[in-house]
């Protein structure tokens, strides 16, 4: 395996150079687009780490995963998917269009920002910084690591710019999806963008959620099962926004990008991946990084297909 993915690291790299960092969120210029990074978890607790695996990140939309996994086991199922719907986008994630144009004023799904940030204001905590810490210790759990923390400057940053998401949520708002009040959610779903993490972080994540729930390195149950099950199938259709389907042709198994770069994958049973690459393509997902996963889905025949 280790080979393996020394290899798959050096033969891709040379895809960093074909996208572009993210720059509507200024202070994620700052990262280094030719970064290429994997870590390989196991659910025999063999860590795999390869090319440039050191690189800190803010896990951004990967995020969106943990919010509506304490929105599903603090609310419960019906109550998360009658205010947020369960269908793939053919949209960009921070579009707002299908806001107004759908009857029900849903967003599609928990993974596009209007999804996420209506999840946000779902997970439990009376006020921003009790729903962020809801998330972030859940996060600490579930990547075995207490000192995960906020990138203060890149808050800052989302803050300071994120207008869109502020534009999304006001609509919310004023449809009664959101009952919360909006600057709260607003400021706990900006700092969960921010969190900062590494590809061994992320890919223990991913692993609780292959192996049902149940961390591999204490046999704990962290997540219900049946939560874990709503995760992966959202991250099927829908992890990648919209370019969910050509992932699931060229890859095949449940995954979740975030435009700092990092693309965080299960493979149900039997282990989690996370790859780093900052530089995205027009979509929004790490370009070296969607290579990285298709080689090794290929060589290693992980497909669920
Ligand atoms: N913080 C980003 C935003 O809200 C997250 C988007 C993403 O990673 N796709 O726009």
Redesign the pocket.
């Known amino acids: 395996m280790q080979i393996l993915l020394n290899d798959i690291i050096k033969d891709n790299k040379v895809h960093t150079k074909k996208g572009e960092l ?1 720059d ?2 200024p202070e994620l210029t700052k990262a280094n687009p030719n970064a290429l990074g994997i870590c390989v978890y196991d659910l025999e607790n063999n860590v795999y780490l390869a090319g440039d695996f050191n690189t800190k990140f803010t896990i ?3 995020s969106k995963v943990i919010i509506l996994t304490c929105a599903l086991m603090d609310k419960g199922r019906e109550i998360v998917f009658s205010k947020v719907g369960t269908e793939p986008s053919a949209d960009p ?2 579009s707002i269009i299908k806001l107004e144009t759908r009857h029900s004023h849903k967003p599609l799904n928990p993974f596009i ?1 209007a999804g ?1 940030i209506v999840c946000t204001s779902l997970v439990n905590g009376n006020n921003a910084n009790k729903k962020f810490r809801r998330v972030l210790d859940m996060i600490r759990i579930m990547a075995d690591n207490p000192n995960i923390d906020i990138n203060y400057h890149v808050f800052q940053s ?1 803050k300071l710019t ?1 207008n ?2 502020r534009a999304i949520a006001y609509y919310l708002k004023g449809a009664n999806i959101i009952e919360e009040d909006v600057e709260d959610v607003l400021d706990a ?2 700092k969960l ?2 969190i900062e993490a590494t590809v061994e972080d992320v890919a223990k994540m991913a692993a609780v959620i292959g192996n049902k729930g149940i961390s591999p390195w204490s046999n704990e149950e962290i997540v219900p099962p049946n939560v874990c099950k709503v995760l992966m199938a959202i991250m099927m259709t829908c992890g990648l ?1 919209n370019a969910s389907g050509e992932f699931a042709v060229n890859v095949g198994f449940p995954a979740k ?4 770069g990092c693309i965080m994958s299960v493979v149900p049973n039997k282990m989690g991946i996370a790859v780093i690459g900052p530089a995205l393509d027009d979509n ?1 997902n790490s370009v070296a990084g969607l290579k990285v996963l298709e080689s090794l889905s290929q060589k290693l025949e992980l497909s669920m297909f």
């Open positions: 993210a509507y969120i951004q939309s990967v994630f921070n920002n996420a989302e994120g869109t998401n779903y900006f963008c921010s926004y990008s975030g435009v700092g929004g």
